[in-house]
């Protein structure tokens, strides 16, 4: 199959999920797709929100815990890891800063952090996050 067909036969089947995926009930599912966000980028996104809420908590064992397996997913971003492991309240201009670097398209930060929130991802941290202004 040639190139062409193949990304005209993935625009279908993109198109296709849509479809048939409840945006309501999975809101970050249907931004990822509008987006066209990729399994790496998904990935780090939710890492910085789940080390977000370990240092919202002052969970420092489950924050070393995370340290090698973040440091891989966030490589190829350009983040260091000591930077989102830092000891202090997260706020909405560092979420900024690493979403900047992991997408690389105009990605409003409120429509994101409100559909991972709608979708019961890290949703403390989201709201968190969307009051920081």
């Given at each position: 199959m040639s190139l062409e067909k193949e990304v005209e036969l993935?625009?279908?089947?993109?198109y296709l999920?849509?479809?048939?995926?409840?945006?309501?009930?999975?809101?970050?599912?249907?931004?990822?797709?509008?987006?066209n966000l990729n399994e790496k980028?998904?990935?780090?996104?939710?890492?910085?929100?789940?080390?977000?809420?370990?240092?919202?908590n002052?969970?420092?064992?489950?924050?070393?815990?995370?340290?090698?397996?973040?440091?891989?997913?966030?490589?190829?971003?350009?983040?260091?890891?000591?930077e989102v492991f830092k000891n202090e309240k997260p706020t909405r201009k560092e979420f900024e800063s690493y979403k900047d670097k992991i997408f690389s398209s105009e990605i409003e930060t409120k429509y994101l952090l409100m559909s991972l929130q709608r979708q019961h991802i890290k949703p403390n941290v989201c709201e968190f996050l969307l009051q920081d202004n």
């Open positions: 993935l625009k279908y089947q993109n999920l849509k479809t048939i995926i409840n945006g309501d009930d999975y809101p970050f599912f249907m931004f990822a797709l509008d987006h980028q998904v990935e780090a996104t939710v890492e910085i929100l789940s080390i977000f809420s370990n240092r919202l002052g969970e420092k064992e489950s924050l070393n815990l995370r340290k090698n397996s973040a440091g891989k997913k966030f490589d190829a971003f350009g983040i260091a890891v000591e």
